[in-house]
């Protein structure tokens, strides 16, 4: 199973369909809010967001969407990558709540050859992360640095580092 791509791989116009999806539960959240730091009680305190939020529930922190679907993305786009350059963009377009299963797709908008070597590029992706009903609730962009295959083969190939199993 191919784990991320080399620079020659990707193409401007490709969608890659992230799988499986993950169903977000209330003790990923709340693990996700405690580790970060994050004590907002419209995440924490069922009470307060039933009482006096619109939603009337906890509602997902959304940087725990966000960092599920930048892993979701992984062996698909950045397996491979030399570096996470930038990050364009950062929409939640929807809520997040307690149970629902998050999705996500990633297409390529560009890719550019890097100016100061030849062995890598860079490419420019948007992740889209939609609930189990389609509805979309983030987006972001970014760019990614990605070897061409070149650099691949000079460091071992496929699986670089890996040993070989002797007695």
């Known amino acids: 199973m191919q784990f991320g791509r080399?620079?020659?791989?990707?193409?401007?116009?490709?969608?890659?369909?992230h799988w499986p999806g993950k169903t977000v539960t209330e003790y990923d959240?709340?693990?996700?809010?405690?580790?970060t730091m994050n004590h907002h009680p419209l995440h924490l305190d069922a009470h307060y967001a039933g009482e006096t939020t619109d939603f009337g529930k906890n509602v997902v922190v959304g940087n725990y969407i966000y960092s599920?679907?930048?892993?979701?993305?992984?062996?698909?786009?950045?397996g491979k990558a030399i570096a996470n350059l930038e990050v364009e963009s950062l929409?939640?377009?929807k809520p997040t709540f307690h149970?629902?299963?998050?999705?996500?797709?990633t297409e390529v908008l560009d890719k550019t050859p890097s100016k100061s070597k030849d062995d890598r590029g860079v490419v420019y992706v948007e992740t889209r992360g939609y609930k189990q009903d389609g509805t979309i609730v983030c987006i972001f962009?970014?760019?990614?640095?990605?070897?061409?295959?070149?650099?691949?083969?000079?460091r071992g190939g496929e699986q670089p580092g890996r040993p070989t199993p002797h007695e």
């Open 6 to 17: 080399y620079y020659e791989e990707f193409e401007v116009g490709a969608v890659y369909k």
């Open 29 to 35: 959240d709340h693990l996700f809010c405690l580790l």
């Open 68 to 78: 599920l679907l930048l892993g979701m993305s992984v062996p698909d786009v950045s």
């Open 91 to 93: 929409k939640h377009v």
């Open 99 to 105: 149970g629902d299963t998050i999705y996500g797709e």
């Open 141 to 154: 962009r970014r760019k990614v640095m990605v070897p061409k295959r070149s650099y691949g083969d000079t």
